[in-house]
């Protein structure tokens, strides 16, 4: 792995590549993170419409599972209270029939464990029958320890209803003794007066207490596909299932009386109503549905309770902050999955732009020095004089010519000329400026564009200097070459106004350089003041001539 990663380092095209690799790698995160913060933003504003719709659907379960369960009482202690033998037992008051019914409720209760007790009680309140359930286990509880229930509400209730008609007590603690059962067993009772035929008054009650840990066990299981927690509260306020164990039955147990839902929330609790529907309170979000079965109108006092849908305000964090991260790792999945991908196009792009770089450099530059060839020597020249056209600046275009560079090559080779003209082309784009150009026209012939000079004197100024940098020595592979050189200058407008003119006037100027010496330079207009001085002398000798 590491020869392979050292391998691609090496390559020529790998800093391009990783260049557009990175730009691609930014381009996808950037893109990624747009699309996944949309897609996490419209999460959130649809979170609670979508999470309130499927906690309400849950409160319907349970309050529709929790009727069901009215139901099945009311039709079960209906059954009950028209036993035959019960029948029997009111009309000839036989006791032996007690143990006949007794046995009935003893089989009844097998077959339905969620029931507590099942009792027949007689008109002055007193257990005649009692059938306990414990852990699954249905029992007749022994003669001796039947007790007198005729101060409990559901036996005052039950005894004044018409025939077939319940009552149901209110959702609370068993009590035995006078005391409350310890561990608690929450007990929901109902109860339904038995007569006599062609008896006005009732003979007794039958009593169901229903197991209300079945109740709370629904939800419980309920609570496996709600979002949060599942809360039952009595209409009073109380819980009977609560956020935390210790403030439940605080109608019940005088320790807790002041555990109640209004006091944990009590912005949400004017808002529970008869309906269904859901809150939303700093504290969190609340879906409900105000249980009251629809139950015969033989049946009274139904209970009235609340089902809610308790979603803290931490849970919906937790949800919103669990949709980041789902976000996130799929954006981190995308990515990597991306990356190869991404550098076969960083490679592919990378070629490309290498080959068109290749081809620019072919046409536009020099393949030896690296310097402007002719043909980028003539665009720039043109450019030029458009940009100085509109903005009336002057500009110099420099020839320039070695001197002594066939002996270089004769003694040296031509390895050492290649080498020779490198070092003097660098040498000579070191004496301008970036804007400036410096070109190699073929064979040992440069050239030099100097753009918005000021005067003539700094076109002057940078061809002495790039005559005195050519005649230092250079420093070659193979030895030491000193060459010279003549510059030719050709100034615009002042000498001519077209490329091709411009460039007619340096070479003229350079030529001039050379036969007057070499190593130096020579501007046009000093080439046309000598001619014409010139002119004047052979005119004037052949007017003397003439006259003699």
Sequence with gaps: MRKLIRIIKEHQRYPLTARIFLILCVSMVAILTAIFSQSYRRYNRTYLSRITTHENHVVTQVSQEIEHQFDMMVADIRILSQLNEL???????????????ANEFLLFAHSKPYYLQLRFLNAQGREMVRIDSESGHAYKVDEKHLQNKSQRDYFQQGIQLENRNVYFSRFDLNVEHGQVVVPYQPTLRCATPVYADNETCPCGVVV???????????????????????????????????????????????????????TRFPLAWPH????????????????????????????????????VSYLSDATISRAKMASLEHQFNMAMILLL????????????????????????????????TGLANRVLFSDRLEQLLWASERSSHQFAVLFCDLDGFKAVNDTLGHDAGDELLIALG???????????????????????LLANISSVHVA??????????????????????????SVGIALYPDHAKTSKGLVTCADQAMYEAKRSGKGRYYRYDQITRQYSAE??????????????
């Design 87 to 101: 029948n029997d037992y009111i009309a000839t008051g036989d006791t032996q029939l007690l143990d006949k019914i």
């Design 208 to 262: 169901l207490n229903y197991n209300g840990a079945h109740l709370l066990d629904l939800l419980e299981r309920m609570q496996n596909i709600a979002q949060d927690t599942l809360l039952l509260v009595n209409k009073d306020g109380y819980w009977l299932r609560g956020l935390n164990p210790d403030d439940e039955w605080g109608f019940v147990l005088p320790q807790r009386h002041d555990k109640r839902f209004s």
């Design 272 to 307: 529970l109503d008869d309906s269904a529907g859901q809150v939303v309170t700093p504290q969190g979000v609340f879906c409900f549905r105000s249980l009251h079965p629809q139950l015969p109108e033989s049946v009274l006092n139904a209970p009235h309770w609340f089902v």
């Design 337 to 368: 999955l991306a990356i190869v991908p991404a550098w076969i196009v960083s490679l592919f792009v990378a070629e490309i732009i290498h080959k068109h770089h290749e081809l620019k450099m072919k046409v536009n530059y020099d393949s030896l």
């Design 426 to 448: 660098q040498r000579m784009k070191d004496l301008v400026r970036k804007s400036d150009t410096v070109a190699r026209l073929g064979g040992d012939e440069f050239a030099v």
């Design 460 to 485: 002057e100024m940078i061809a002495s200097k790039v005559v005195d940098q050519l005649s230092q020595p250079v420093e070659l592979n193979n030895g030491r070459a000193q060459v010279g050189g």
């Design 535 to 548: 002119m004047t002398k052979a005119d004037r000798f052949e007017r003397e001539h003439d006259e003699n």
